[in-house]
């Protein structure tokens, strides 16, 4: 999938609209979720145009995707839900509902997260 340089990840990227940031370096911007679904839900992105799961891992230097990797630890840490437990998501492509076109993986706690998956039947 060709990469939208319009999307609003590339725009928080620009500094072109604010966003609440957790942490940054070289590699990778974290932020708060705009619609929060639980107590903690930051969003952690790559700094690099890749529109997806499926696109980083294919194009992504090993830099970038460990520092993604060790990012989330570190987002956890911040926002206190290392102690307490916490879920990762990364939703991929149209069956994984992706609606922004720049990969992200939200982390989400603060609260139980119940079911990995919901129950669609
Ligand atoms: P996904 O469905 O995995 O693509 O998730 C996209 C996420 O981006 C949703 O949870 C939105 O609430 C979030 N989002 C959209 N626009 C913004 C924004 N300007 N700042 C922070 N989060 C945003």
């Known amino acids: 999938m060709?990469?939208?340089?319009?999307?609003?990840?590339?725009?928080?990227?620009?500094?072109e609209i604010p966003c609440r940031k957790?942490?940054?370096?070289?590699?990778?911007?974290?932020f708060h979720d705009i619609?929060?679904?639980a107590p903690v839900h930051v969003l952690v992105i790559p700094r690099g145009a890749y529109a997806s799961?499926?696109?980083f891992h294919e194009k992504a230097s090993d830099a970038e995707q460990a520092a993604l990797m060790r990012a989330v630890g570190t987002v956890?840490?911040?926002?206190?839900?290392?102690?307490?437990?916490y879920r990762v998501i990364s939703n991929c492509g149209s069956d994984g509902n992706q609606e922004?076109?720049?990969?992200?993986?939200?982390v989400l706690g603060g609260r139980?997260?119940?079911?990995?998956?919901?129950?669609?039947?």
């Open 76 to 85: 956890a840490r911040i926002t206190g839900v290392a102690a307490t437990g």
């Open 112 to 121: 139980p997260m119940g079911r990995m998956v919901a129950r669609t039947e």
């Open 35 to 37: 619609q929060p679904q």
């Open 53 to 55: 799961w499926d696109d």
């Open 2 to 15: 060709a990469y939208d340089q319009g999307n609003v990840f590339a725009r928080i990227l620009r500094g």
């Open 22 to 30: 957790v942490h940054e370096d070289a590699h990778v911007l974290a």
């Open 100 to 106: 922004v076109q720049h990969l992200h993986l939200h």
